[in-house]
C-alpha cells in the first residue's frame, strides 16, 4: 500500500484564497517532500522537510510535519489560478531505499 | 542546462507489441529513477540505479519489464509483449545523488497506450 497518502483527493478554491493539502503515512520516515505536477506534465520538486523539522516556508509556501501523528500538511497562501495542478507528497525511509508518493491531490484554483 | 528528457512523448502499439522508453536524464546526476503512472493516480516505483551499484528493481511488475543504464547517461526501459494492462504515463526523474534528501528532476513522460 501507499506510504503517503494525500487529503482531499480534491480541492476547488477561488484565487486569493489558502489551499490546504494533507497528507499521512504509516511508518517512520526520514524526510518528506511535497511536489507539483501540471497537467501533461512531469513532477516538480516544491519542498522538503525533515523529519527533525516542524515547519519550512518557501514563498507562499508552507509545510508543516507531524512525526507524532505520522502527517504533513502543504499551505499555499493566496492562491494564484496559476496554482492549479495536482500536488503530491513522497515520504523516504532508510529501509526502503526509495521514495513512495501518493496519489495526491487536484487543487483547482478559479480566476 | 537541459533537463530530464524522455522519448517517445507518446506512444501507441499493439498488444503483444515490444516497446521502449529512453531517458536522458541531467547531466552529473547519478541515480536515476523510473515510475509508472497510471491515470488520476499516484506514482508507482519501478526501478532506480546509482552510480554503478546493481539496480534496485523491486518495482518491476513482471519479468516482462527490464531496464538498462550505460554508466551515468541513458536509461532505456523495455516493455516485451505489451498487454492493456501496460497503458499509463511512464516517468523516469534523476537526481544528483541517491537519498531521500535528494529532489527529483523529473522528465514530462512517455504515455504509452496499448491498443
Known amino acids: 500500500s501507499q506510504q503517503g497518502e494525500e487529503d482531499p483527493q480534491a480541492l476547488s478554491i477561488q484565487e486569493g484564497e489558502n489551499a490546504t493539502m494533507n497528507c499521512s503515512y504509516k511508518t517512520s520516515i526520514n524526510n518528506l517532500q511535497w511536489y507539483r505536477q501540471n497537467s501533461g506534465r512531469g513532477l516538480v520538486h516544491l519542498i522538503l522537510?525533515?523529519?527533525?523539522?516542524r515547519e519550512k516556508h518557501s514563498g507562499r509556501l508552507r509545510v508543516t510535519l507531524d512525526t507524532s501523528k505520522k502527517s504533513s500538511s502543504l499551505l499555499i497562501t493566496a492562491s494564484r489560478a496559476a496554482d492549479t495542478a495536482s500536488y503530491f507528497c513522497?515520504?523516504?525511509?532508510?529501509?526502503?531505499?526509495?521514495?513512495?508518493f501518493g496519489d495526491g491531490t487536484t487543487l483547482t484554483v478559479k480566476p | 542546462g537541459a533537463g530530464v528528457s524522455q522519448s517517445p512523448s507518446n506512444k501507441v502499439t499493439e498488444k503483444g507489441k515490444d516497446v521502449e522508453l529512453r531517458c536522458d536524464p541531467i547531466?552529473?546526476?547519478?541515480?536515476l529513477y523510473w515510475y509508472r503512472q497510471r491515470l488520476g493516480q499516484g506514482l508507482e516505483f519501478l526501478i532506480y540505479f546509482q552510480g554503478n551499484s546493481a539496480p534496485d528493481k523491486s518495482g518491476l511488475p513482471s519479468d516482462r519489464f527490464s531496464a538498462e543504464r550505460t554508466g551515468e547517461s541513458v536509461s532505456t526501459l523495455t516493455i516485451q509483449r505489451t498487454q492493456q494492462e501496460d497503458s499509463a504515463v511512464y516517468l523516469c526523474a534523476s537526481s544528483l545523488e541517491w537519498g531521500g534528501d535528494q529532489p527529483q528532476h523529473f522528465g514530462d513522460g512517455t504515455r504509452l497506450s496499448i491498443l
Open positions: 522537510i525533515r523529519s527533525n523539522e
Open positions: 547531466s552529473g546526476h547519478t541515480a
Open positions: 513522497a515520504t523516504w525511509y532508510t529501509n526502503a531505499g526509495k521514495s513512495t
